[in-house]
């Protein structure tokens, strides 16, 4: 009776802590009455291959808590050398028995996990197979697991693109990153950027398609509506964005604003004056660049 009383008071004490005190790197809250089960949430490190996820983990405490560690796993897939691709246990000392001090708490633990995402035990991984491999391997299953349905809809757009292979344009990943394309954009007969290609970087948030992908030229690009940082001045992109709306088609829009410039709604107004007032001056410097920066 005494070890159960002992027990709830040092859980409600850890949870009146963390909600006195809401740390960064996750949210939890009990699961169940008795409050011996868990469910903390943390967002990937930054600069690691697990940024921009969200994982979710299971706590469960044993009636002998604290003198017993949590026994704590990874609901949400990971791909970590110390982390079980299958059950999610983790790999770390302070969960063992014989290392685990009555004086640690639930957020010192989550700190210590939320610490080995950014800074993987790779002299001492559960999984030894995964230790080469893990910035790969593990942003993919990052993004396929833990980045919501967003993945699902770019992987679609991907290979829809690639097996209708459009004339106007090409695009792929960038170092097998889903959410950063490169594409280049082809089939600009009768302008004077013909013959060249146009490379364009695309950036998806984990909120695609509810708003626009982030588009800029890496090519530079002599143009009224694109300026000379690589943003382009199209309403799709912008307020005009409809979920609906595919990167097939924002990349046609794209090739069509190259072939028709819109010089009355500019993003770089000398340009357009041009375009609107010496047409020949306008193809000519236009034509030039393109051979200069486009053409190899």
């Not at 050398?81 to 059950?87: R, T, V, Y």
């Not at 980045?147 to 690639?162: D, Q, T, V």
């Not at 992109?237 to 829009?253: E, G, N």
Request: charged share 25%.
């Amino acid at each position: 009776m005494a070890s159960t009383r002992n027990f709830k008071n040092r859980i409600l004490k850890e949870l009146e802590d963390i909600q006195n005190d809401p740390p960064e790197f996750f949210s939890l809250a009990p699961e169940n009455e008795d409050k011996s089960i868990w469910q903390a949430t943390m967002p990937g490190p930054l600069s690691s291959p697990y940024e921009g996820g969200t994982f979710e983990l299971s706590i469960h405490l044993p009636p002998d808590y604290p003198l017993k560690p949590p026994k704590v796993a990874f609901r949400t897939k990971i791909y970590h050398p110390n982390i079980d691709s299958d059950g999610g246990s983790i790999g770390i000392d302070i969960l063992k028995d014989k290392n685990w001090l009555p004086g640690r708490t639930i957020k010192e633990v989550l700190l210590a996990i939320y610490l080995i995402l950014g800074d993987p035990q790779l002299d001492n991984p559960l999984e030894e197979n995964t230790a080469n491999m893990v910035k790969t391997v593990a942003r993919k299953w990052t993004q396929m697991y833990a980045m919501g349905p967003a993945y699902k809809r770019i992987s679609e757009e991907l290979k829809s693109l690639e097996k209708s292979n459009p004339s106007y344009a090409n695009a792929g990943l960038v170092d097998g990153d889903m959410f950063h394309w490169q594409a280049a954009i082809l089939d600009l007969r009768g302008t004077p950027y013909n013959g060249g290609m146009f490379q364009v970087d695309i950036h998806f948030s984990r909120q695609y398609p509810n708003e626009p992908p982030k588009v800029v030229f890496r090519t530079k690009i002599f143009h009224p509506n694109i300026d000379e940082n690589g943003s382009i001045g199209l309403d799709i992109l912008k307020d005009r964005w409809s979920k609906d709306l595919s990167i097939s088609q924002v990349l046609h829009s794209i090739r069509s604003l190259l072939k028709n410039p819109n010089p009355d709604a500019p993003l770089v107004p000398w340009i357009a004056h041009m375009c609107k007032t010496n047409c020949s001056e306008y193809d000519t410097t236009a034509r030039s660049w393109t051979l200069k920066y486009a053409m190899g």
